[in-house]
T-cell receptor, first 111, second 114 residues
Framework: QKEVEQNSGPLSVPEGAIASLNCTYS??????FFWYRQYSGKSPELIMS????GDKEDGRFTAQLNKASQYVSLLIRDSQPSDSATYLC???????????FGKGTRLSVIA | KAGVTQTPRYLIKTRGQQVTLSCSPI?????VSWYQQTPGQGLQFLFE???????NKGNFPGRFSGRQFSNSRSEMNVSTLELGDSALYLC?????????????FGEGSRLTVL
């Protein structure tokens, strides 16, 4: 059973701080890694994708991937109250495999 | 460009009934995936369809079924409903099957079983 693990939180950070969200996965052959944001009562929205080791930056968001450690993270710089949401890590393995989601980390940014 | 459209958005059923949920993917997207989301289990994969063929199926009982039509629209059916089937059912579309794995979700159909 391929698993994706996340700390459920809640993770509370003050406005303007860096929020760090972490995710580990069990399938060493995984190829594609994603972060989705889900506001309460809404559907998941793709915010970042990363496919190779290292960092990928998009605005205030940075995704980091370490395949050797089977670890992927999301950093949110200058956190805003509007970033308060549940962040879902999703991983797709090699070949014909579905996208597997973690249970999500709830982030709360305090003004 | 219109997003993924799911109908109905909300529905209430009683145990033993059946339900059919519909999903229209983003125009040009040929892959449709279905997920069940509950507070305790998170997002769990149900099935994935591409060009009317089921490519993957999750670990759900046979009461859960789906299909995809030639216009890429998809339906899922749950027969003999149980209380535990109460959940948000999310449909997601993608331009290709598997591949980069970027899924675009609809707003979901929230099913309550009484």
């Amino acid at each position: 059973q391929k698993e994706v693990e996340q700390n459920s939180g809640p993770l509370s950070v003050p406005e303007g701080a860096i929020a760090s969200l972490n995710c580990t996965y069990s399938d060493r052959g995984s190829q594609s890694f994603f972060w989705y944001r889900q506001y309460s009562g809404k559907s998941p929205e793709l915010i970042m994708s990363i496919y190779s080791n290292g960092d990928k930056e998009d605005g205030r968001f940075t995704a980091q991937l370490n395949k050797a450690s089977q670890y992927v993270s999301l950093l949110i710089r200058d956190s805003q109250p509007s970033d308060s949401a549940t962040y879902l890590c999703a991983v797709r393995g090699s070949g014909n495999t579905p996208l597997v989601f973690g249970k999500g980390t709830r982030l709360s940014v305090i003004a | 460009k219109a997003g993924v459209t799911q109908t109905p958005r909300y529905l209430i059923k009683t145990r033993g009934q059946q339900v059919t949920l519909s999903c229209s993917p983003i125009s040009g997207h040929r892959s449709v995936s279905w997920y069940q989301q509950t507070p305790g289990q998170g997002l769990q994969f149900l099935f994935e369809y591409f060009s009317e063929t089921q490519r993957n199926k999750g670990n759900f009982p046979g009461r859960f079924s789906g299909r995809q039509f030639s216009n890429s629209r998809s339906e899922m059916n749950v027969s003999t409903l149980e209380l535990g089937d109460s959940a948000l059912y999310l449909c997601a579309s993608s331009p290709v099957a598997g591949g980069t794995g970027e899924l675009f979700f609809g707003e979901g159909s929230r099913l309550t079983v009484l």
